[in-house]
T-cell receptor, first 114, second 110 residues
C-alpha cells in the first residue's frame, strides 16, 4: 500500500557496516511491524512497535538488531555490523491498532550485504 | 510454536480455471485470517480477510474458513495470467502478532 513509506528501497552495505531502514506508517496508524523475507521464503515477524514502545521483539535476533519508533519521525530498524546472512527484503507494515486489523505493507527495503 | 502451513507449490492452472489455495494453522486461538498476494520483487498486498466460519466472496475471490479443522482456503475463479503470484496466508494469533505462511506460488497458464 502506497501509504506506508519505506526508504531506502535498495541498500547495499559492506560486511561490518551499519544498515538503517526507515518506515513511515500510514496516516492515522500508530502500530508498526517489521518483517524479514529471505529469497523464496515467507515473511518472518521481527518486531512490533507502538509509538515510543517496543511491544513484541520476539522475532528479532538478540544481537546487532534494534528497532525504535520515536514520538516524532519514522520507525527505524537498525542492523549493526551486517553480515551476508542479513541480505533480505525487510518489510514494514502498519495498522491503526494492534487487534484484529489488517496490516498494510510498505514497498520494502532490499538489503544486500557484499 | 504457532505456525501457519501452506503448500509451497508451484500450483499451475490453465487460464479460466479455478485455483484453490489451502492453508492450515496450529493455534486454535487464532481469530482472524488474511490472504495476501505478492508479485515477485514486490510487497504483499492484502486481498481478503475472513473472521468467521464459512465463505466470504469478493469478486473472483472466495475465502473459506473452518475453525474446527483449522483450515483456511482461497479460491480464485476464472484465473487470469495476472493472478500469477505468491499467495501468503496469515493468521492473527493474538498477542499483537500475525503469523505468515511461507506462501504458495501460483502460475496461471495462458
Amino acid at each position: 500500500n502506497a501509504g506506508v513509506m519505506q526508504n531506502p528501497r535498495h541498500l547495499v552495505r559492506r560486511r561490518g557496516q551499519e544498515a538503517r531502514l526507515r518506515c513511515s506508517p500510514m496516516k492515522g496508524h500508530s502500530h508498526v511491524y517489521w518483517y524479514r523475507q529471505l529469497p523464496e521464503e515467507g515473511l518472518k515477524f521481527m518486531v512490533y512497535l507502538q509509538k515510543e514502545n517496543i511491544i513484541d521483539e520476539s522475532g528479532m535476533p538478540k544481537e546487532r538488531f534494534s528497532a525504535e519508533f520515536p514520538k516524532e519521525g519514522p520507525s527505524i530498524l537498525r542492523i549493526q555490523q551486517v553480515v551476508r546472512g542479513d541480505s533480505a527484503a525487510y518489510f514494514c507494515a502498519s495498522s491503526p491498532d494492534g487487534t484484529n486489523t489488517e496490516a498494510f505493507f510498505g514497498q520494502g527495503t532490499r538489503l544486500t550485504v557484499v | 510454536q504457532k505456525e501457519v502451513e501452506q503448500n509451497s507449490g508451484p500450483l499451475s492452472v490453465p487460464e479460466g480455471a479455478i485455483a484453490s489455495l489451502n492453508c492450515t494453522y496450529s493455534d486454535r486461538g487464532s481469530q482472524s485470517f488474511f490472504w495476501y498476494r505478492q508479485y515477485s520483487g514486490k510487497s504483499p498486498e492484502l486481498i481478503m480477510s475472513i473472521y468467521s466460519n464459512g465463505d466470504k466472496e469478493d469478486g473472483r475471490f472466495t475465502a473459506q474458513l473452518n475453525k474446527a479443522s483449522q483450515y483456511v482456503s482461497l479460491l480464485i475463479r476464472d484465473s487470469q495470467p495476472s493472478d500469477s503470484a505468491t499467495y501468503l496466508c496469515a493468521a492473527y494469533t493474538g498477542g499483537f502478532k500475525t503469523i505468515f505462511g511461507a506462501g504458495t506460488r501460483l502460475f496461471v497458464k495462458a
